[in-house]
């Protein structure tokens, strides 16, 4: 989590509805289709997901009911995740635990950019 309290994927999604619907979200809580998302606006949401983090997000989740900017977040994080290999994943645990405090609060603060 940043210092705004929202998540780097949060902060993307955020980004990619104001765009879409030409307006923000006043939360991360906010219902896409209560603030004007239709099924063609969806649809282009999910490419510029797949454009932007090269997963498809599972349909029947952008479906369900309040489908908001945490719980879309929260979908392609889950779909980036499903991606990683597993050795892979553990490369990247071992690494996270030899980093500091300090370290691992710069790279969370600047969006786990190296």
Known sequence: MSKTG???????VIRMWTDLLGKPPG???ED???????SLTLVQFIARV???????????VLFAE?????????????ALL?????????GLLN???????????RLLADGGEH
Do not use: C, M, N, W
């Open 6 to 12: 929202i998540t780097p994927t949060e902060a993307a």
């Open 27 to 29: 939360s991360v809580h």
């Open 32 to 38: 896409f289709f209560e603030l004007g998302g239709r």
């Open 50 to 60: 797949e454009e932007t983090y090269g997963v498809e997000l599972p349909v029947e």
């Open 66 to 78: 309040d489908l908001t900017v945490s719980a879309a977040a929260r979908a392609v994080d889950e």
């Open 82 to 90: 499903a991606g990683v290999d597993k050795t892979e994943l553990d």
């Open 95 to 105: 690494e996270l635990d030899q980093l500091s405090d300090e370290e691992v609060r």
